[in-house]
């Protein structure tokens, strides 16, 4: 141990180090207090490494033993969502205890859902004024096939052509409307730079870096009265200046209540919405039409609010939970989220040999196009990310998971009339319901797991939805007992 070497026994008087320490036969009785506090100090500095370097051994022994499962997938799959089911079914009191972050990132959710309604009714303001290029605001959408239009407010078109659109149905109510609401705009982009100072660029979305404390951060920015209250509120909350926090957007948001309801139902806003086929209800985060209970000072979000929140992730969070219900309560289980998109997609390697599962999220979004590379069609992404992972030998021995997700979007775009074999030729004319698309789908996930897979492995799989807490956490009690058959079977203990 370091403290005995530090001190050598005093009974050793021909040790060099002994007799160097020995105090001067002259030491005045203050040295000499001195002298002992010192060695106390380094005494008590010694025997804090001492722990340290045993707790660390400890948490690694912890680890090795613990059970490690890696969440993949392309950006907005769905994988932090189903981390947080993770969480809300096996560990719920931890998942609570964050409730305070969470409430400030869907408050941001809302007013990214508010700035892009704005952002349309710009765009259809300018263009009743100017001349469009043929073919109406639709044109250049088209050849993208996204259900939503995430972009930026754009300038209007070159003036060369010569059709010109109708004059708008939005009324001076509409602009009265859209003022009242500005206060809202800087919010956003304030918290964003708080949360993520080295950012350059316009940011898409929400987003924190992992490991950077953001929870703490976020619950700490709220205002004292709104900290107080977030967790039991039961008075409503005041804020706590006249204009309450600059970037507090709990006062801002429940001054615009009224407006941000109206706008949301107006019938006008919607049919231009409609007619400019933009449907913000398919923007990761929606919360407006919760406006009126979330714009409010003593808002608490639910358990489903939370799931639904989005926030991009960027690099990889490691969480460990230790399981509070089912089999082996009080085991550690380690969940490794990454962020999805393509520049993300290197610091996903290093995690590869220590995991013994991977549960891989592919959404059946045939129709649309990756955010990052709107050439890529998305689905098409995770079929070869799929084939990657599949054939990789680091993972040879991992179990594959794979979770059909976001089947509810699956449902209303079919719904909808949008044909799979306008954007797969090869699907032909099978019938375009949700039983053969996702059994067409699901048969090449299966055939390029059985084709590539460096040595045979069960295929594993799930239609999942997972913004609906209750039926994924019936399926994750099934993934969570085959992950744990698997890995004792794998340390030999059945
Ligand atoms: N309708 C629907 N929305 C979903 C589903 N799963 C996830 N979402 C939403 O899709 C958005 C993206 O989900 P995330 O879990 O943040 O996606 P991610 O894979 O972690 O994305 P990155 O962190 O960017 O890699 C969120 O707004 C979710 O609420 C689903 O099954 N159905
Ligand atoms: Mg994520």
């Known amino acids: ?140 959408k088209k050849g993208k096939g996204k259900a939503v239009d995430r972009s930026p407010a754009r300038s209007p078109p070159p003036p060369k052509a010569t059709v010109r659109f109708s004059t708008s149905p939005l009324t001076d109510q509409h602009r009265r409307m859209r003022m009242r609401l500005s206060p809202l705009l800087p919010i956003e982009e304030q918290l964003t730079r708080r949360l993520l100072p080295d950012a350059n660029d316009r940011l898409q979305d929400v987003c924190v870096r992992a490991g950077s404390g953001w929870k703490g951060l976020l619950a700490g920015l709220q205002s004292p009265d709104a900290a107080a209250a977030a967790g039991q509120a039961k008075e409503p909350r005041r804020p706590s200046t006249a204009e309450g926090r600059r970037d507090d957007p709990t006062a801002v948001l429940a001054a615009c209540r009224d407006d941000i309801v109206a706008l949301w139902e107006d019938p006008v806003v919607r049919a231009v919405l409609k007619r400019r086929g933009i449907r913000l209800q398919d923007m990761p985060g929606f919360f407006l039409n919760d406006a009126a209970r979330i714009a409010t000072m003593n808002y608490e979000p639910t358990d489903e609010d939370i799931v639904r929140a989005r926030l991009r992730t960027l690099g990889v969070e490691e969480h460990r939970f230790t399981m509070e219900s089912g089999a082996l309560p009080g085991s550690e289980w380690y969940i490794y989220d990454v962020g999805g998109s393509r520049n993300n997609r290197p610091m996903w390697i290093p995690y590869f040999d220590d995991v013994q599962a991977i549960i891989f999220l592919a959404p059946l979004a045939f129709n649309l196009m990756l955010e990052e590379d709107a050439k890529v069609n998305r689905l098409e992404d995770s079929i070869m990310l799929w084939k990657e992972i599949c054939q ?93 058959r698997a890995h004792l079977q794998s340390v030999n203990v059945i």
Do not use: C
């Open 392 to 484: 990789n030998p680091l993972l040879s021995k991992t179990t594959l998971i794979l979770f059909l997700n976001k089947m509810d979007i699956l449902q209303a775009t079919l719904a909808a009339g949008i044909r799979v074999n306008k954007y797969v030729p090869s699907y032909g004319d099978q019938p375009n319901d949700v039983q053969h698309v996702t059994k067409y789908f699901r048969d090449k996930f299966r055939g390029y797991h059985k084709r590539l897979s460096p040595q045979a492995r069960s295929f594993y799989w799930h239609e999942t939805s997972v913004i609906d807490t209750r039926s994924t956490a019936a399926i994750l009690v099934g993934v969570r007992e085959g992950i744990l």
């Open 1 to 140: 141990m370091a403290s005995s070497s530090l001190f050598p026994p005093a009974s050793d008087p021909d040790d060099p180090l002994s007799k160097a320490l020995q105090p001067p036969p002259d030491e005045s009785p203050d040295d000499r207090a001195r002298r002992i506090q010192q060695q106390k100090d380094a005494q008590a500095i010694s025997h804090s490494i001492d722990q340290d370097i045993q707790e660390s051994r400890k948490a690694f022994e912890r680890r090795k033993k613990a059970i490690k499962i890696l969440l993949l997938g392309q950006a907005e799959s769905g994988k932090s969502t189903t981390l947080k089911n993770f969480q809300l079914a096996f560990s719920p009191q931890h998942f609570r205890t964050e409730r305070a972050a969470w409430r400030t990132i869907i408050q941001l959710n809302l007013i990214r859902s508010i700035k892009r309604l704005l952002e349309v009714l710009q765009e259809e303001w300018d263009e009743s004024a100017q001349p469009l290029r043929g073919g109406g605001p639709e044109a250049d």
